[in-house]
């Protein structure tokens, strides 16, 4: 199954996940710049990394969405494609509107970076496919701005994770920061762009304290050789 | 030569009422706790001040409100207006 | 030649008139006030280590380990494997003192260049910071913006901060303390010096556009004391652009890929100047550069300006002939703008033009190494009778668990885990122990090798005895190493002084710089760099000296790395190391709880130095600990405590000891190396071998267990807190 | 029971002339990119309503002035002014 990890200016997470991918999950990958006006053929994932896109500046995300390669990102994903965006490149996607809704600063204004759990909701998606609904996934976060907003017409996004205590209850306590019903990570509609802060890829080897996140780069995979595609 | 004449404009942005402002709410907060106990509340917008060339402020207006509509402003979660703080003048 | 009007005399340059005369002496002629101007910068003693290179020349720098030691942008060592590690410290103590956020924010931005002009990748950051006592409202404003300032820039640039300290006290108040390490990761055939060689090679300017921010800042904010007049200062504020940092970063490591590059430098204090100057000095070369074109930010700059301006985020590049449009290329793809401002030269001056006009020619030695040297007088200090009082009279506390709970929540002793989530402490994945370790252990991608870092500052032992105390903050992380099993291997450092024209403070700074190279010789980790930052001083309140020691140790298998925290009930407690020399003398304890800072220092005995962390290292490579961390400030019961509050499970323990000692002597006594142990019961017996064989005694003094800590001295029950408790003291020092 | 009334208050923060500004120089570069290629400068401000009680716009004045000084303006980096939005009318 063939990956593409997307490098704007200022993305700091693109080396992490192109090593957890090609290392860890043993899958191919290739790295596409932000200038490029295609995502390749043969392509089934394109994963927007986290960082500093931009440096953060305007609002985070914004800048990135614009550029020619989030064009082609959209158009993939229109096709079928998978998209996962992390952390900015959950951001990234709903500036560019492929995610319904946005992030802003956390509730308590900080950076944060701890590990945090997160619940597994009941909308079906690639990302999720291997995963029990109720299951308990412990990951790292850290950003600044990852306090999710619905869109204002009230329509409410697909929620693929939500963050929990260790037991998987929800609260106030085990939001980290302040998103409207602890959302983690959102689908779209169809289930095949999801957008979400933890980060799988720093938890997907054991010496780095979990392999919680190979679970959701893995359910990808399964998903793509039990169900295949969307129909690219 | 002719020398270049600019205009000066300001995009102000603002929350959009409802939306959660934990920075406007932080900084209430903290005005209240070091002795500004009568604030009521504060909100917290940004500006965009954009130098561009020409005389014809009202194709300037409408090119600025295209930037706004194209990357300076979060529809969704932002209002705007356009002020003009300079008029026409030589670059500065 | 050119004139400037602006700067005239060598007063305004911050030079003395023996200065000038040199100056005048070594051109053959007076110097016009722009060349005034560059020499005011590179004679500065930030940026020529007039005062103290004297004494620097003690320090070891050589080692089996040392690829390049001192002089150059960073310290290199040898990790095997055909990979070298870079390493550095630096101060941004002025600018943070001005501005926290910014000043803390460019510090980082600075340190990173210099790993990065050694042809390195950065992979971590560590930040030691002082202030003065929280209570102040302006400390605390002066504590969170430094913090802000470092996550703000070190997370956008993407390299984790993985460690790092932080230390209140008064001598901090009007003179906080921020200094940064930086760790980079290379091949060692990558290894790029910051050399310009190759006549007509060309000269490259990288990055951002060249502002009037920061000028003067090295030789005037960093270079004398703040005073009133700092005001007058704040035009020399920079704000920092990490983005475009990220982006040097990338374009560079990109760039060295190929040959077309032949030596990079990062353009931190003084400057094109300085870059120009020093990258040439190391090529035994001259360089011509045309100020015309210099991409600046302002459009009328005066080209003194233009040389002094320490702009942030800009590298000087030297390129090979003929790979101009490869070198332009790489960058634009970066969106960084590459501008060619000269060529290398064979005459070994520095000329700079403004198109066919000079405006100033300089032998570049004369820039360099023709800058003075001092041996500015000493003078012990007087009033040093007056901290040999013992701790005799001191009460005994009526509950040793209050004072338990008291000392952890201490700011000085309490969680450091507010500072450190707003650090990307794991970006990079390879961070696998994390802030909250003895010492942070990154992995090295496709081994199963790994490095262990950590940052020391000592300096309440430093103004109670400068030698003894220096030598204590170098075995404090030595023992910081060994305690996550690394292998010590070097050590750069930061000194903080106050003012050098000070008979005491050079004294100090001289006895420091004795006792660090004392146990950096004892313990064989050789300096490979380092930093000095004096004049932290306002009016006639110096800071204590602050030696600051960053050291690199090697990990053999980081997956045996154990943390601190308790893993398992009725694993033993072991005690390693100088079991019964603890003292209450210039510990945390009488800092803390009484106000004293006194006592004598004690020494470092290198012998049982060297046993302990022999000991403690191989057990963990042997993988017979569960859990290991050395004891150091406020003693056996903060160490027992932070074991307690790591523990995944909450779990506590039973001590057990035996002795005739005051409680509070031997429950929060400092002094020795002494390392904490866990070890399941079936490899107890490994620890007495390796304790035979290592000759460093062991003993035991508890099992883990339960969900308190309890302590029984003599069979009775003298302590007994929950480890809820104790983490909840932990939590609260610095909210 | 008398009515509180309020006062609106902005306070309008731009950067000092010749402090650096990433973000806006970085702003300038992706407007000119996506299109709006004349655009000469953008440079970034933000601003604080202050939603006060009281009639006396003076003291008022002077009070967010307090405020600007001990909380919501860096002094090293910033300027400030202070304008009224609205007057003396029953809260929002
Ligand atoms: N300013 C800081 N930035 C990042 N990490 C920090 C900072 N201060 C302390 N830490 C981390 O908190 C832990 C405790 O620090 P410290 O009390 O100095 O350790 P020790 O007593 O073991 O030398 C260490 O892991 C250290 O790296
Ligand atoms: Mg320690």
């Known amino acids: 199954m063939q990956f593409c990890v997307v490098t704007y200016p200022g993305s700091n997470c693109d080396r992490d996940c192109y090593h957890v991918i090609g290392e860890v999950l043993g899958e191919p990958v290739r790295y596409l710049r932000h200038w490029a006006e295609h995502v390749p053929r043969g392509t089934s994932c394109v994963v927007l990394p986290g960082g500093f896109s931009y440096g953060d500046y305007l609002r985070p995300g914004a800048i990135a969405a614009r550029m020619p390669v989030t064009g082609a990102i959209e158009d993939f994903a229109a096709g079928g494609g998978l998209v996962l965006g992390i952390c900015n490149g959950f951001q990234i996607l709903c500036e560019a509107g492929l995610l319904p809704g946005s992030l802003i600063v956390n509730d308590h204004l900080a950076f944060s970076c701890l590990p945090v759990h997160v619940r597994v909701e009941g909308d079906p998606s ?7 609904q109720g299951e308990v996934l412990r990951m790292p976060i850290a950003h600044r701005d990852g306090n999710y907003r619905p869109p204002s017409d009230g329509a409410q996004p697909q929620v693929a994770l939500r963050y929990c205590s260790p037991a998987g209850e929800l609260g106030e306590d085990y939001n980290p920061n ?29 010496i780095l304290g979990g392999e919680d996140g190979m679970r959701v780069l893995q359910s990808a995979v399964d998903w793509w050789k039990e169900v295949g595609s969307y129909g690219i | 030569m002719e020398r270049l004449i600019f205009v000066l404009m300001r995009v102000v942005v603002t929350l959009k009422p409802g939306v959660q402002d934990p920075e406007g709410a932080t900084i209430t907060d903290s005005l209240q706790r070091i002795g500004f106990a009568s604030v009521n509340r504060v909100t917290v917008g940004r500006h965009f001040d954009i130098e561009i060339p020409g005389r014809d402020e009202d194709r300037i207006r409408r090119e600025v409100e295209k930037m706004c509509e194209s990357l300076l402003v979060n529809p969704v979660l932002q209002d705007y207006h356009i002020e003009r703080i300079q008029g026409p003048q030589p670059a500065g | 030649m050119g004139s400037e009007p602006r700067m005239a005399s060598w007063e305004e340059a911050g030079l003395t008139a023996k200065e000038y005369d ?57 990790l095997g494997d055909g990979l070298a590690a870079a390493f550095r410290i630096e101060s941004h103590n002025h600018p943070s003192a001005v501005e926290p956020v910014q000043g803390a924010a460019t510090g980082v931005g600075g340190i990173l260049r210099d790993i990065l002009a050694v042809g390195a990748r950065p992979i971590a950051l560590l930040d030691s910071l002082r202030f003065g006592n929280l209570h102040d ?18 997370n956008s640039v993407g390299v984790p901060t993985v460690g790092g300290e932080v230390y209140f006290d008064d001598a901090y108040a009007d003179n906080p303390l921020v200094n940064v390490m930086c760790v980079g990761i290379m091949s060692t055939e990558q290894l790029t010096r910051g050399t ?30 703040l005073g009133d007049g700092d005001g007058d200062m704040r035009p020399a504020v920079q704000v920092g652009d990490p983005f475009r940092e990220k982006l040097l970063i990338e374009g560079c490591l990109e760039m060295l890929q190929s040959d077309a590059v032949i030596g990079l430098n990062d353009l931190g204090a003084a400057g094109l100047t300085s870059a120009a100057s020093e990258t040439a000095a190391r090529g035994g070369t001259g360089m011509d550069i045309d100020i015309r074109a210099v991409p600046r ?59 066919e006009r000079i405006l100033a020619h300089i032998p570049v030695q004369s820039l360099t190494s023709g800058a003075p040297r001092y041996d500015r007088p000493t003078r012990p200090p007087s009033d040093c009778a007056a901290r040999e009082a013992g701790a005799e009279e001191i009460p005994i506390p009526h509950d040793a668990g209050d004072a338990l709970l008291q000392m952890l929540s201490h700011p000085n002793l309490c969680s450091r885990r507010s500072i450190y989530r707003q650090y990307d402490h794991m970006v990079g994945i390879d961070t696998v122990l994390t802030p ?18 950590v940052t020391d500052g000592n300096g309440m032992l430093c103004r109670l005895d400068p030698e003894r105390g220096a030598a204590q903050t170098v075995a404090e992380s030595y023992r910081n190493i060994c305690a996550v099993g690394g292998e010590p291997l070097a050590v750069t450092n930061c000194l903080n002084f106050a003012d050098p024209e000070h008979p005491e403070v050079m004294h100090a700074f001289q006895q420091v710089v004795q006792g660090m190279a004392r146990a950096c010789r004892e313990l064989n980790t050789p300096v490979t760099g380092g ?74 005995d290198y012998d049982a130095e060297r046993r302990a962390g022999e000991l403690c290292r191989r057990a963990i490579m042997e993988d017979a600990v569960h859990s290991a961390t050395d004891i150091s400030d406020g003693g056996l019961m903060i160490a027992v405590s932070e074991c307690g509050a790591a523990s995944d499970e909450g779990l506590g323990c039973r001590l057990d000891l035996t002795d005739s000692r005051r409680p509070d002597e031997l429950l929060f006594g400092e002094g020795g190396p002494r390392y904490l142990l866990t070890v399941p019961e079936d490899q107890i017996d490994t620890l007495v071998c390796l304790a035979r064989e290592t000759q460093c005694p062991v003993e035991r003094i508890g099992t883990v267990g339960g969900s308190e800590v309890q302590v029984h001295v003599n069979g009775e029950l003298i302590l007994r807190a929950s480890v809820p408790s104790l983490c909840r003291a932990r939590g609260e020092g610095l909210t």
Request: proline content about 6%; charged content about 20%; overall charge negative.
């Open chain 3, 531 to 604: 930093n000095v930052s004096f004049y932290n001083q306002t009016l006639d309140r110096g800071i204590a000296p602050t030696p600051v020691i960053g050291m690199v140790g090697s990990v053999d298998d980081v997956s045996r790395c154990p943390g601190r925290g308790f893993q398992r009930p009725g694993d033993a407690v072991l005690m390693a190391g100088q079991i019964n020399t603890a003292k209450l003398a210039a510990s945390q304890y009488l800092n803390i709880m009484h106000g004293l800072q006194e006592g004598p220092v004690p020494e470092v």
């Open chain 3, 297 to 355: 930010r302002e459009s009328d700059m005066t080209p003194y300006e233009i040389m002094l301006s320490e702009s942030q985020e800009r590298m000087l590049v030297i390129g090979r002939r003929g790979c101009e449009e490869e070198i332009e290329e790489t960058f634009r793809r970066w969106e960084l703008d590459a501008a060619c401002i000269g060529k290398v030269t064979n005459d070994e001056v520095l000329s700079i033009r403004d198109g």
């Open chain 1, 178 to 206: 302040g998103s409207q019903y602890s959302t983690a990570a959102i689908t779209n509609e169809r289930g095949n762009v999801m957008g979400m802060m933890p980060h799988p890829e720093r938890c997907a080897e054991s």
């Open chain 3, 137 to 154: 409202s302006r400390v605390e404003h002066l504590f969170s913006g430094v913090v802000s300032g470092i996550s703000q820039y070190g």
């Open chain 3, 196 to 225: 310009a060689v190759g006549p007509g090679n060309p000269v490259y300017i990288v990055g951002a556009p060249t502002g009037r921010d920061g000028i003067h800042g090295a030789s005037l904010l960093a270079s004398r004391q």
């Open chain 3, 22 to 78: 040199e100056i005048c002496e070594q051109l053959r002629r007076p110097p016009n006030a722009l060349e005034l101007g560059m020499y005011g910068l590179m004679w500065s003693e930030h940026c020529s280590y007039k005062s103290s290179l004297l004494h620097l020349e003690q320090l070891p720098t050589e080692g089996e380990r040392v690829l390049q030691g001192p002089g150059e942008n960073a310290g290199i060592i040898d």
């Open chain 1, 126 to 132: 690639p990302f999720t496919h291997s995963l029990k």
């Open chain 3, 436 to 453: 909250g370790a003895d010492a942070a252990v990154l992995r090295i991608k496709g081994t199963e090798r790994g490095l262990a870092l």
